[in-house]
Nanobody
Framework: QVQLVESGGGLVQAGGSLRLSCAASGRTEAMGWFRQAPGKEREFVAGISRGGRLTSYADSVTGRFTISRDNAKNTVYLQMNSLKTEDTAVYYC??????????????????WGQGTQVTVSS
């Protein structure tokens, strides 16, 4: 069982930046970031393959967010720039146990972190 721990969330003004980190307790395959705003379903934000060369993004964050990973540290990152108030949500890190290319579907992931709150003020 792999444990995932997110960090880096907080309060930021619109237009600002935050960098989220997700540290895994062991080896993971493809990983992803999701977010969930109050009253809404959890949605895909970004995904990255095991090797880091293949990435995918939700349309709403393309061009503003960048996902990356450091396998030596078992850590995945989400750099968030030009933040908007609509980016406010709890952000979750997720990992596949065997799949090398990230899915965009919540139920496809095997491991989840506890989440970190990101609040963007106007």
């Amino acid at each position: 069982q792999v444990q995932l721990v997110e960090s880096g969330g907080g309060l930021v003004q619109a237009g600002g930046s935050l960098r989220l980190s997700c540290a895994a307790s062991g080896r993971t395959e493809a990983m992803g970031w999701f977010r969930q705003a109050p009253g809404k379903e959890r949605e895909f934000v970004a995904g990255i393959s095991r090797g880091g060369r293949l990435t995918s993004y939700a349309d709403s964050v393309t061009g503003r967010f960048t996902i990356s990973r450091d396998n030596a540290k078992n850590t995945v990152y989400l750099q968030m720039n030009s933040l908007k108030t609509e980016d406010t949500a709890v952000y979750y890190c997720a990992a596949h146990r065997e799949t090398t290319i990230s899915s965009r579907t919540v139920s496809d992931f095997d491991y989840w972190g506890q989440g970190t709150q990101v609040t963007v003020s106007s």
